[in-house]
């Protein structure tokens, strides 16, 4: 019969030995629950930013707005001899002009130019709620009227009646009076384009929902999406600036083509 011995102490130090990959498991729990509890407050954060209806973010978009833009419209904003009062025009007017640039303006000129944003988006969404509360004004637009999924063929009728005059039936802008400008629509959002059209910046008019229904709105937005997306079906669209711009086009080089190769048939022969 075999004889009990007892384990060597290196035995049960063996025995007792975690598995090498244990470890790594723990580290992986680890992980997932401090990402977990990241992701949860993140959501939690952002959720807060969303909310432009807080007095937390009006108060903060009314210090923004002391800093930045009382100076030409106001302390309360009801405008001064250099700018306009914002009393009534509404998130939609601020969320445009700031989010694309055009405000702060760099100089005062026939119409405000676009330039790099000057501020975050949660700084542009408090500004917003503060001029938004002042009074009643458009909202910024959200949900599936900016989805670009509209009626193309709706949209392109809508914008050619109501558009094409000053931005080109390709979205590509065009030149007004007086040094001012109506500017191309290519890589423009959608929320941009939307609340272009309820608060009618610079020279626009404002298109509101007895002129354009929102969903004509959502046609139009789909139009030109469909146009940024799109090459032109002719080959090179030599800027989309119109028949005119084709026609001097053809009348430049392909006359001259012409003339250039009667005069060398001429030589030739001689």
Known sequence: MPENRKPTARQARKAGRRHPLASVALIAIGLLFTGGAYAAFSTSTASAQADVSSQQTIDEG??????????????AADGTADGPSLIGVGAAAVDFQVGTGRMPMAMNGPQAQQKPVQFTDEQIAALAAYVGSLAPGPSIPEGEVLDAKG?????GE??????????????????LTEGKFAPPLMG????????????GPQNMPVFNDMNISPEGKRDIISYLKYLENNPSPGGFALGSLGPVSEGLFLWIFGLGAVVALTVWITAKSN
């Open 158 to 175: 809508l914008f050619r009646i109501n558009c094409a005059m000053c931005h080109n039936v390709a979205g590509a802008g065009g030149a």
């Open 188 to 199: 423009v959002s959608a929320t941009h384009i939307y609340e272009a059209m309820i608060t």
């Open 62 to 75: 009314k210090k923004l707005f002391a800093a930045n833009c009382a100076t030409c419209h106001g302390l």
């Open 151 to 155: 009626d193309l063929s709706n949209g």
